[in-house]
């Protein structure tokens, strides 16, 4: 018999019901009902019969205020790198002029990639913009499909994502061009382990040093300070160490320089070095660091549009901007040194 307009209806089934009836938290089952990726294919279903079961739907109103634009984006970076550090006041700046805030999300020693995006997407960022990330290109083509992704400073091949990048290949070989007009012909390279950016570099590197009739003489490392320093010990004597070494980046060449200086070796009356990203440090005076600048102000202009253009002009495709970069040289390179033959 239908119920008379005075008499009690039950309540509506809410989230908490179906994540109850499940034993799941809510914010695995908005998940769910959303269609978005984290809980496996066994939670789903059993999500989703039990939606069924109770009769649970979403509230429109609620879905309505949920869909309205944050206009924030999403900016992961490297919270060791004072070059991210730069990058991040250049996308507040250009993002600001186009009506965009930022939320920051950090990657720590002990906080990954997809933690510090996990934190993005919790704060209902409209787009990404991704800082050099490590992570495979599977899993950023997966995060695009979700909502725009632009990576800077990495190529990313296949996953349909934005990126924009300087060129490191042609990077890595203005040091070595700079190195060998200045006489130097056993130049090192201080390499930044793995990773596409890092692969980029030492390609760049070794097919300059091999275009000069040059012999590659690559050192293991990474991407931190304390690489630069283990690197010095392995250079060898003042006999036999090179002349010059290529770096993968400007933290690594700190680490190498303040070695050097401890050694009591002079740079760059014995060592040339040269870093790379022309970061803020590379530029204090006791540093006084040649590297090679990405044009970080032209890169996250590019990484700004990619976004505006997708969010607000409705662009469907993807696409890649490579910026050329340039050396900037200062006092850390000289002129080659003249050998002591050997007795």
């Known amino acids: 018999m239908p119920a008379s307009p005075g008499e009690d209806r039950p309540p509506r089934p809410r989230l908490a019901d179906v994540a109850a009836e499940v034993g799941v938290s809510p914010a695995s089952v908005s998940l769910v009902l959303r ?7 066994a939670t789903r ?3 989703l019969e039990a939606a069924a079961r109770l009769g ?18 999403g900016v992961m970076m490297d919270v060791r790198s004072s070059y991210h550090g730069e990058l991040v006041e250049d996308v507040h700046e250009v993002a600001e002029r186009q009506g965009y805030d930022l939320v920051l999300s950090t990657v720590t020693r002990t906080r990954g990639e997809a933690r510090a995006v996990e934190t993005l997407l919790d704060s209902r960022c409209e787009a990404l913009v991704l ?5 495979p290109a599977s899993w950023l083509g997966e995060l695009d499909r979700r909502l725009p992704v632009v990576v800077v400073g990495r190529p990313v091949r296949g996953a349909g994502v934005d990126v924009v990048r300087a060129d490191d290949a042609q990077g890595a070989g203005l040091v070595v061009d700079h190195l060998a007009e200045l006489g130097h012909r056993d130049i090192a390279y ?8 890092s ?6 590197y070794e097919a300059a040093v091999r275009r000069l009739g040059l012999e590659p003489r690559i050192l293991a490392g990474d991407h931190t300070e304390e690489s630069g320093s283990h690197a010095a010990a392995r250079l060898g004597d003042p006999g036999s160490r090179p002349t010059a070494v290529a770096t993968f980046n400007d933290r690594v060449a700190v680490g190498l320089l303040d ?11 014995d060592v040339s070095v040269v870093g790379y990203d022309d970061s803020p440090l590379s530029r204090l005076a006791h540093v006084d660091l040649t590297t090679v600048s990405q044009n970080s102000e032209e890169l996250i202009r590019h990484a700004v549009t990619a976004v505006v253009e997708r969010l607000d002009g409705g662009r469907a495709g993807h696409r890649q901007v490579v910026v050329p970069p340039r050396l900037v ?3 850390s390179t000289g002129c080659a040194p003249e050998r002591q033959p050997q007795r």
């Open 329 to 331: 040289v200062r006092s």
């Open 56 to 73: 649970y739907r979403p509230d429109r109103a609620a879905s309505l205020l949920a869909r309205r634009r944050s206009r924030l984006i």
């Open 45 to 47: 279903a059993r999500v």
């Open 190 to 197: 201080i390499d930044g382990g793995r990773g596409a950016i």
């Open 35 to 41: 269609g978005a990726p984290g809980p496996s294919a």
């Open 199 to 204: 692969a980029g570099r030492r390609r760049g």
């Open 259 to 269: 070695a050097l200086s401890r050694a009591g070796t002079a740079v760059p009356g």
């Open 131 to 135: 800082l050099g990330p490590e992570a």
